[in-house]
């Protein structure tokens, strides 16, 4: 049973470039929640999607966006990118009143 | 304005002993708390859960605690175990949606054999 995947593992990009990561949620959920995890830090939330719209959403700007496919999969969004953007992208799995299943995470550095 | 907080970044212990770990929150709508546990290179990963129902849940080694009037939830690991040195997440929620969790910083926790 493959739990939560995403992709790519690791990426580098320019300021003011757009980045596209992706995840396949673990078999059986239908709900996606992506976070972001700077070094030292925890995970933000930054959205969450169900039923292919989002459903809620945490303090980040516009630059972020998402979507999620009638498969359940999700992509996130990031444009304009800044410094401050590079981290560790963490993208979680559940059925609702479930925890989160994690994937491994992409890390972004924007140079 | 941090909501969860997780005021000690580190924490030693013999293995055989008792690891407590600590978590303190402000927003008085979190009613369901959760823990994670993540080594390097991986995701974090589910540990145990609580609700604002109860003030303790246990499952084999780990007890989780909760102290509403305190806004306080500790964690402990009876007995450690060098295989639980990792970093470990205290996470808030309402509602039971998991999916939208407000984390602290995280503890590592290293079990010295």
Redesign the interface.
């Known amino acids: 049973d493959a739990g939560v995947t995403q992709s790519p593992t690791h990426l580098i990009k320019t300021r003011g470039q757009q980045v596209t990561l992706r995840c396949s949620p673990k078999s059986g959920h239908d709900t996606v929640s992506w976070y972001q995890q700077a070094l030292g830090q925890g995970p933000q939330f930054i959205f969450q999607y169900y039923e292919e719209e989002e459903r809620q959403r945490g303090n980040f700007p516009d630059r972020f966006s998402g979507h999620q496919f009638p498969n359940y999969s999700s992509e996130l969004n990031v444009n304009a990118l800044l410094l401050g953007d590079s981290a560790l992208y963490l993208c979680a799995s559940t059925n609702r009143g479930a925890p989160l299943h994690f994937g491994n995470g992409t890390r972004l550095t924007v140079t | 304005d941090q909501q ?1 907080k ?1 005021n000690s970044p580190s924490l030693s212990v013999q293995e055989g002993r008792i690891s407590i770990l600590n978590c303190d929150y402000t927003n008085s709508m979190f009613d369901y708390f ?1 823990w ?1 546990k993540k080594y390097p ?6 540990l145990i ?1 609580i609700s604002s129902i109860k003030d303790k849940n246990e499952d084999g080694r780990f007890t989780v605690f909760l102290n509403k009037s305190a806004k306080h939830l500790s964690l402990h690991i009876v007995p450690s175990q060098p295989g639980d040195s990792a970093v470990y ?1 205290c ?1 808030a929620t309402w509602g ?11 503890t590592t926790l290293t079990v010295k054999p």
């Open positions: 969860v997780q959760l994670y290179a991986e995701g974090p990963t589910f859960s997440f996470a039971t949606n998991a999916g939208k969790s407000t984390f602290g910083d995280g």
